[in-house]
């Protein structure tokens, strides 16, 4: 008998709500958008109309595999248990390292980080979502003392000025760019910004597309704060009473004139100015980032380049303005509350605090909780190819395909004494190197929670039972923590369970007197099993003050810094670390299309998103294309210093002269050459740790 269960889609962060209508015994389901879900009000991109495609249990694995040949569940489990303690008694808990991803569920990431860093004692677990928002979550917390968004979706519909930066949000998060398309018709006075090299499909609805030279965003911005200042644009009232460092990053940006931005950015002075003087002139200011941005050696500096002229106009914790991170996965926000990054530890603590360590370890029951931040993704597989982590559990990514330098990546895991890997999909660039595989429960099949861009935790709910052995992640996790002889502390029963000591820690000792009055879920620490299973989506915090959830964050002027006043940041811009030269002399950028998801292990099973862009490509200038001697649709081969890849040539003047961009989704299983990530410069910001994906030198060939 078919019934419709209410759920989220698992791709992008604008994390929308679906209605299923479900046949569990045909195993089939009809997708529509749920119309009282605030993230989307029913509407759908093509990704997650399509997802009805992707619940066939085609390539599904199903069975725990070792060494090649099918197991048990027992035999499995006894064989990740016998190889993390073997490596811990000899090697110590910094030779084991868990990598997760934004598409595990925060109950997921909730019990792997507490089982290594509170019980294995390293620090060790890091996640894609570094490759993802690491920047913007640093550039939160330097700005506003806590990860967290100011605002909420509904501001897009009461701004008057949009920016988008570093964003093609019509492809990457349609149904927010959906919204802001309607909101464009609804209000005349609406204008959109668009500031990205390429003119994508955003620029469809822009006012003022602002194509600046790859990686200068800082100089634009430092440049918005000098002439807001020079304009008499600021709001001195709300720097003096709200805000510390204003004079510091007043100084650096003195010397981004509209001359100097201009040259540097490589745009005409009038556009410039244009854009400046709209924003001078428009209280209601949206500025929406997301991966131009944070993949940048210098993405934090670039995150708090656009806060600081939100801090200095005051503009922020109001309808209809604010800095706005667009995040890139469903659950890269949910990961980050239960510290699902390496430096981090849950409930928005992490190690930079001993207090913070005290407190998580006092809470867990832990005696050997890990003291200091762990491998970020890039050292991670750095440490494995130099032979510092000797056992790697990989869950649920790919990151023989997503990495940077992804052949380095492929040759750590091939010499790796033991690599794990649970996934839904049984064959992956990444698990052809795994000695052992835990076939993990897909979307449609797992149960829990994921936190979207603006903060709104949603339930994914299962809609099948699961297909062959599949388990869920936390479930594998808490067998591993019995095995190791954790069982007390992993005794869940369900995701409720640990949703409600996850809400549990978020409420313990936050208030005032222990310094802490950042994530708070104090109003979900001791809910129901049916509670739990009927969760309506809500924005946090959800506390005594705000049982129903807060849209905006700082309204009340209080952020979440020792002062209680936000941080101004001094921005020095810098160059991208790897500049092209005379071997590399173009600039490749990478990024998402609109019709596939990150290495297409789903999206790909859906013959109607294939039809989008059937095969790998790279875009080039026609300029380029003559002087490198490439005819359209021919194959090329493109190379940097660290890899090679072939794509089919698609010439455009929607990219500059001297740039390249190539879909990050093609992997070895589809075009054996096709692969990008080994291309890609695996240098990282100095701060958050994120790999500079959008700027690698590079030359190009006709194959
Ligand atoms: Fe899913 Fe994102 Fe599309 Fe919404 S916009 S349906 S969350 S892929």
Redesign the pocket.
């Known amino acids: 008998m078919p019934k419709t269960i209410k759920t989220?889609?698992?791709?992008?962060?604008?994390?929308?709500g679906?209605s299923a209508e479900v046949d569990p015994l045909a195993r089939t389901v009809v997708i529509s958008?749920d119309v009282d879900h605030p993230?989307?009000f029913g509407?759908?991109?093509?990704?997650?109309?399509a997802?009805g495609d992707t619940v066939t249990l085609q390539g599904r694995l199903l069975q725990p595999r070792l060494h090649g040949q099918d197991c048990s569940w027992e035999l499995a489990l006894d064989a990740l248990a016998t190889a993390f303690a073997d490596t811990i008694s000899t090697y110590g808990p910094n030779a084991v390292a868990i990598y997760g991803s934004g598409q595990l569920l925060t109950e997921d990431y909730y019990v792997a980080n507490k089982l290594m860093k509170g019980f294995i004692g390293s620090a060790n677990i890091d996640t894609n979502s570094r490759l993802c928002m690491s920047s913007s979550v640093a550039g939160h917390k330097r700005a506003f003392g806590a990860d967290t968004v100011p605002g909420c979706y509904a501001d897009f519909e009461l701004a008057d000025l949009i920016i988008l930066i570093g964003s093609n949000a019509a492809w990457?998060?349609?149904?927010?760019?959906?919204r802001i398309r309607a909101a464009k018709s609804a209000n005349p006075l609406l204008k959109v910004v668009v500031i990205d090299p390429r003119q994508t499909s955003s620029c469809d609805i822009a006012d003022l597309h602002l194509p600046l030279a790859s990686g200068s965003d800082s100089w634009l911005f430092n440049g918005l704060l000098h002439y807001l200042h020079q304009q008499q644009a600021i709001d001195r009232d709300y720097i003096t009473q709200h805000t510390q460092g204003f004079s510091a990053a007043l100084t650096l940006a003195g010397t981004a004139s509209l001359e100097r931005v201009a040259q540097q950015c490589a745009l005409p002075a009038q556009d410039l100015q244009t854009f400046y003087s709209w924003f001078a002139a428009t209280e209601k200011v949206m500025s929406l980032y997301s991966q131009g941005i944070n993949q940048s050696a210098s993405g934090t500096d670039k995150v708090n380049s656009i806060i600081n002229c939100h801090l200095a106009t005051g503009r922020i914790g109001q309808a209809g303005m604010g800095p706005f991170s667009l995040t890139g996965q469903?659950n890269a926000m949910g990961g980050r509350e239960v510290g699902g990054l390496a430096h981090q530890l849950a409930a928005h603590m992490d190690f930079s605090n001993a207090e913070d360590i005290d407190r998580v370890a006092r809470f867990w029951g832990s005696r050997n909780i890990a003291r200091q931040a762990g491998y970020s993704a890039v050292e991670l597989f750095d440490a494995i190819d130099a032979g510092k982590v000797k056992a790697v559990w990989i869950m649920g990514t790919n990151p023989v395909v997503s990495m940077p330098n992804a052949d380095k990546v492929r040759q750590a895991l091939g010499k790796c004494d033991f690599v794990a890997v649970s996934d839904c999909i049984a064959a992956t660039d990444t698990t052809a190197l795994a000695h052992l595989l835990l076939p993990a429960q897909g979307w449609s099949e797992k149960d829990g929670t994921v936190t979207?861009s603006e903060r709104r935790i949603s339930r994914q709910r299962a809609l099948f039972a699961a297909a062959g052995q599949a388990k869920p992640d936390w479930w594998i996790v808490t067998e591993l923590a019995k095995r190791l002889g954790f069982a007390q502390a992993f005794a869940y029963q369900g995701a409720a369970d640990i949703f409600r000591e996850h809400a549990a820690l978020s409420a313990f000792e936050n208030d005032a007197e222990h310094g802490r009055r950042d994530f708070d879920l104090s109003a979900y620490a001791d809910i129901s099993h049916q509670q739990y299973a009927e969760l309506p989506p809500r924005q946090w915090p959800l506390n005594q003050d705000y049982p129903q959830g807060r849209a905006r964050l700082f309204a009340d002027q209080q952020f979440f810094t020792a002062s209680g006043k936000a941080q101004f940041i001094a921005v020095s811009p810098t160059k991208p670390v790897n500049a092209p030269n005379a071997a590399y002399p173009l600039i490749l950028n990478t990024g998402r299309l609109r019709d596939q998801?990150h290495t297409m292990t789903r999206t790909a099973l859906a013959s109607k998103l294939n039809q989008h862009k059937p095969e790998a490509f790279v875009e080039v200038h026609p300029a380029d294309a003559e002087r490198y001697g490439l005819a359209a649709d021919s194959l090329a081969e493109i190379n940097s210093i660290w890899g090679s890849m072939l794509a089919r040539v698609h010439i455009t003047d929607s990219i500059q002269p001297g740039n390249l961009f190539v879909p990050m989704h093609w992997t070895g299983q589809y075009a054996s050459r096709g692969r990008m990530g080994g291309l890609v410069n695996p240098v990282v910001d100095p701060i958050s740790k994120q790999p500079e994906s959008k700027h690698t030198p590079v030359r190009i060939n006709a194959f």
């Open positions: 989220t889609c698992p791709y992008c962060g604008v994390g929308c679906i958008g993230a989307n509407r759908l991109c093509s990704k997650g109309s997802l990457c998060h349609p149904v927010s760019f959906q469903p979207n998801w």
